[in-house]
């Protein structure tokens, strides 16, 4: 159902300088039990706000933020001067974004692509990466994205957790009740 298949292995951390609307800096094992978005952007990019900014806008408002974090990761490589944490938070408050804003660590030898950037090998912004309720990467996207396919994707991955809550449900009930066991 994914968009761009990726090997399921742990999400790499979260690499950054600060955090914007979080009242800590958040790790994705703050996030685990949770579907996460990760929305990278640049607030310069045309892209980021005319497509993937409004769409993390409308998830924060669609999903219960119990089952869904969407979580953005200003991620600069370009014109480094004028994107700064300062400005970022202007232009936080301007689009209303409200959702937590980390600002990907600038890589310590100079190189232009920050930390994160690069351990999750982007290509650019913006990218949507969809980590599951374990902290798995499942899906990654470079550009724009159909809303409804991710909503699908969204979907698929809550109903995945939900799932495993079930059966992890059932087994507890089953461990604590009395009766035989067939083959003991």
């Excluded at 979080?22 to 952007?41: E, H, N, P, Q, Y």
């Excluded at 090998?121 to 470079?142: C, H, K, S």
């Excluded at 159909?146 to 109903?159: K, M, S, V, Y």
Aim: charged letters at 20%; hydrophobic letters at 45%.
């Amino acid at each position: 159902m994914f968009s761009r298949s990726i090997a399921i292995r742990p999400a790499p951390a979260l690499r950054t300088s600060c955090w914007l609307n979080s009242a800590k800096d958040l790790t994705l094992d703050d996030l685990k039990g949770r579907v996460v978005v990760l929305i990278a952007f640049q607030m310069l990019c045309p892209g980021c706000v005319a497509r993937s900014i409004p769409l993390a806008l409308r998830m924060e408002q669609l999903f219960e933020r119990r089952d869904l974090a969407v979580v953005g990761l200003h991620t600069v490589f370009e014109h480094h001067h004028v994107m700064t944490p300062d400005a970022l938070e202007v232009f936080l408050a301007e689009y209303q974004i409200r959702f937590p804003v980390g600002v990907d660590l600038p890589d310590p030898a100079g190189g232009n692509i920050p930390l994160t950037m690069q351990a999750y090998q982007m290509r650019g912004t913006p990218t949507l990466v969809l980590i599951d309720a374990e902290g798995r990467r499942r899906a990654q996207f470079f550009g724009a994205h159909d809303d409804l396919l991710l909503g699908a994707e969204i979907g698929a991955l809550l109903a995945e957790r939900d799932g495993a809550r079930l059966f992890s449900a059932a087994h507890e009930t089953h461990d604590d009740a009395m009766g035989c066991a067939t083959g003991q």
